[in-house]
């Protein structure tokens, strides 16, 4: 900023309209009414001018030139001239300031020109005498103004709050910004305050009429063009003098009006010139701008200059949402620790896969090799015991410990073994005598964390076939974290045969029940060698269907298996257990011997396996499933047994084992049926719809029409389709005759399945264990309820040794669409007190 240079202004003669604006009322008292009624209205540019930066500093008198002369005179009170009044607009007072009086040399005399690019400011005429204290006009207009600068700045600080509520960033843009530097407070606070000072500025912008937009803007000068932003940086303290002259709001209107001012001042008065500290402000500035530009230089400095991370990790303010971002984002970093400890823990504990499926365990005979299938691995064709031929036809099964019957390789065991020779429904023969290979389907071959392990022991008859449905599955292996063992085991002649004969050649003299000791065999083979494969030797299960379920029954109450097993599960086995001695069965079995033309035992173990599948009568393979029929009811004690007490594994019937056996707290042995096991497609074909005549007509030609039951058993059943006809079945072979024996043991848990499937809803014979094994199809919810109830029984109790749903006193679960415990079941005792239960129970 240069020094001003005074400008003359020329001489005007004094006109007759002057004259009259002398005798006119004082122009605030003009204002003051004015403002009353404009108080809801915009103010216009001459009333609302934005803020000066030099308000709060004293204004110098304005000299004024007259009628020509070369120097200036100062105006005084009383020689013509007229003192012009400027109010302050806007302007707030600080709070206990006393409001001071007028003086003469602080009254403004009206420039005579406003140059082009100056502002206008608002004049207000008075006479040129002088007033000691004022005419009082300033202070009422300065308090109105202090008023509504108050609800301005009340109602901008409440548009300020919302505004901050609704900038408040989100856990996003904080996380983004976790690392980004901050800016200092006082940069903030100066953006805050020119943001303020542009605002102020649009809305004078806006308050202008449109008539005065349309005219050209007038120019700014260089004082004006700065005056604002530097009055926002550095606001100074305002005086009572300049709110009472109306500066604190218009301030200086241009440099060249300042200079009139200060002559007509100087020329009226009489008074040395004053600058009104533009000298002293022009410095100021001019420091204070040196010295803002040094500290925005050296913020700049001091941003470029590169942080440390903890640096800025130190200088981050933390809130309770930003600590639970790094609390996720801690939680699951340690989340892929865990996994991936784990799965490089699997690896160091488990072998290595060769091609990525192929997998080696060790046996006591030497190590195995099994392949990767369905998530789990699968080792098939192990043998368990020396191959039962030649020498060893009809003996009990022994482990192989000679070194020579060993391998020196590794076995591949990657498919499945022979089958035991048996014989099929349709008569036809299949299988091998050399058969005893175990199949072993595990999750996980491992040594750390033992998985329970479940012994499939699966048959339709005790001639076979054999397994069955009984096979294990991979997908449940690994669901279920079970490892899964099925055994082949000898059967018909070849597992049952008791003969005189061979009961001589063996020490201790015994013979019959070799399957049974198959099965030993087994569990002994698991004892040493499932922990190799993952498994727990103290966890063992036996899971036994149909005939397999019969040969579960005898042998829990052997004493050859105590310790091998810890549990066993059965399901529609047989409730004919042996209980002919020995010599009475082989009486019954010399037949055979008769019929091979064979006097010794050489004879019979020359003898090939067709030629005595085929000496075998049809009455030792097929017992009848049907309605009891009255040629059984004398046929009882003549009827064929496969089992026998042999008196080495079978002392005596299980029956009185249990009578004698102590209650224990866990069940060792559980017994289930299905409600239409009975059921056969050969019954179902006898009539395409079966109805309540037909039925009546079917039991009328059995034992019960021969016993006069009839009406009532119909009665009982509301027998008028096929399902009443296989339930009644049913209850009187199997489902009854198995209630009598969980009735001998307290603990023993008993369940029978009732839902069905298929168009006539039956439950048949191999619904628990297709559900148990995952093959059950299931089509309705009602089914898919029960396939999850049966697993969540079967699988609870292998793993804890408890049954969910059993309860002493309701020990009958019914296994519909969920397991519900029942006192009893509907008909067995009508059964039981006829006589007909156990009789003709079911013979495997």
């Not at 050209?216 to 004082?223: M, Q, V």
């Not at 060993?406 to 990657?414: A, E, F, G, I, K």
């Not at 043991?745 to 014979?765: C, H, K, R």
């Amino acid at each position: 900023m240069g020094e001003l240079e005074e400008k003359e202004t020329p001489p005007t003669e004094t006109t007759a309209a002057q004259q009259e604006a002398l005798e006119e009322p004082k122009e605030t008292d003009k204002m003051l009414d004015k403002k009353e009624d404009c108080k809801e209205k915009t103010p216009s540019p001459q009333t609302s001018k934005p803020a000066s930066p030099n308000a709060g500093k004293k204004s110098s008198p304005v000299p004024v030139k007259k009628n020509g002369d070369d120097e200036p005179e100062m105006s005084k009170p009383g020689n013509g001239e007229e003192i012009i009044d400027i109010p302050a607009e806007n302007v707030t007072k600080p709070e206990g300031a006393d409001e001071k009086k007028i003086s003469k040399e602080e009254r403004e005399v009206k420039p005579k020109k406003i140059p082009i690019g100056g502002l206008k400011l608002p004049g207000f005429f008075m006479k040129n005498k002088p007033k000691a204290e004022g005419d009082g006009a300033e202070g009422e207009l300065l308090e109105k103004e202090e008023e509504k600068d108050k609800e301005a700045n009340g109602d901008a600080a409440t548009v300020s709050g919302k505004d901050e509520q609704k900038s408040r960033p989100g856990l996003g843009e904080r996380l983004r910004s976790f690392f980004a530097r901050k800016p200092s407070a006082e940069k903030e606070k100066k953006q805050l305050v020119n943001g303020d000072a542009d605002a102020k500025s649009e809305a004078t912008a806006e308050a202008t009429p449109a008539d005065e937009a349309s005219d050209p803007p007038p120019k700014r000068g260089l004082l004006n063009a700065i005056k604002l932003p530097i009055a926002n940086m550095i606001p100074k303290k305002k005086s009572s003098d300049d709110v009472e002259l109306g500066l604190g709001k218009a301030g200086l209107a241009s440099m060249e009006t300042l200079d009139d001012s200060l002559k007509d001042q100087d020329t009226v008065d009489r008074a040395p010139i004053k600058t009104n500290g533009t000298d002293e402000l022009k410095g100021e500035l001019k420091d204070e701008k040196l010295a803002a530009e040094e500290k925005l230089a050296a913020e700049e400095e001091e941003q470029n200059r590169p942080i440390s991370l903890l640096t800025r990790l130190r200088g981050y303010k933390c809130s309770v949402d930003d600590a639970l971002i790094v609390f996720g984002i801690l939680l699951f970093v340690l989340l892929l620790a865990v996994i991936g400890y784990v799965l490089t823990h699997e690896t160091l504990t488990s072998p290595p896969l060769r091609e990525g499926r192929y997998i080696m365990a060790v046996t006591s005979c030497g190590p195995v090799e099994g392949v990767k299938e369905d998530g789990a691995f699968a080792f098939r064709g192990i043998p368990y015991a020396k191959p039962p031929v030649e020498g060893l036809r009809w003996k009990p099964a022994e482990l192989i410990d000679d070194i020579n019957m060993c391998w020196n390789d590794t076995l591949q065991t990657h498919n499945s073994s022979v089958v035991c020779t048996q014989r099929l429904g349709n008569g036809t023969t299949v299988g091998d005598e050399d058969c005893l290979y175990l199949d072993v389907v595990t999750p996980h071959v491992r040594y750390n964390n033992p998985l329970p392990v479940v012994v499939l022991i699966g048959a339709e008859s005790l001639a076979g076939p054999s397994p069955g449905i009984l096979r294990p599955s991979a997908r449940y292996s690994r669901s279920h974290d079970v490892i899964f063992v099925r055994p082949n085991f000898r059967l018909g002649l070849f597992g049952f045969l008791a003969l005189d004969a061979l009961t001589k050649e063996a020490h201790p003299p015994t013979s019959g029940n070799y399957a049974l000791t198959d099965i030993i065999a087994v569990l002994n083979w698991i004892k040493l060698n499932i922990a190799n494969f993952g498994g727990d030797p103290k966890s063992v299960t036996l899971l036994g269907h149909r005939a397999g379920a019969t040969l579960v029954t005898l042998l829990v109450n052997s004493q050859k298996v105590k310790g091998l097993y810890t549990r066993a599960w059965a399901s529609s086995g047989s409730a004919i257990l042996p209980g002919k001695p020995l010599s009475e069965s082989s009486k019954l079995n010399q037949q055979l011997m008769t019929t091979l033309e064979c006097g010794d035992v050489e004879c019979l173990r020359e003898a090939s396996t067709e030629r005595l599948w085929a000496a075998t009568p049809d009455t030792w393979l097929h017992f009848p499933v049907d309605l009891p029929q009255p040629q059984e009811a004398n046929a009882s004690g003549s009827r064929h047994e496969w089992l026998v007490l042999d008196g080495d594994v079978v002392f005596e019937h299980p029956s009185d084992t249990w009578k004698r056996g102590q209650s224990a707290d866990k069940p060792l042995l559980v017994i289930g049926a299905s409600a239409h096991e009975a059921h056969t497609e050969k019954l179902r074909e006898l009539h395409t719809n079966w109805t309540r005549d037909e039925v009546r007509a079917y039991v009328e030609n059995s034992q019960i029409g021969a016993m006069g039951l009839t009406d009532e058993v119909l009665e009982q059943y509301n027998a008028s389709s096929y399902a009443s006809l296989v339930a009644i079945i049913s209850d009187i072979r199997t489902v009854c005759p198995l209630l009598t024996i969980a009735r001998q043991q307290p603990t023993v848990p008993f369940y029978v399945v009732t839902q069905g499937e298929g168009p006539d809803q039956l439950a048949t014979v191999d619904a628990d264990v297709q559900a148990i094994l995952g093959r059950y199809e299931p089509h309705t919810v009602e089914q898919r309820r029960f396939v999850s109830a049966m697993q969540q029984l079967f699988y609870y109790y292998v793993s804890h040794g408890t049954v969910q749903s059993f309860v002493p006193n309701r020990r009958v679960i019914n296994v519909g669409q969920d397991a519900q415990p029942q006192e009893d079941y509907l008909h067995c005792n009508y059964w039981i007190s006829k006589d007909i239960v156990p009789r003709y129970a079911r013979v495997d």
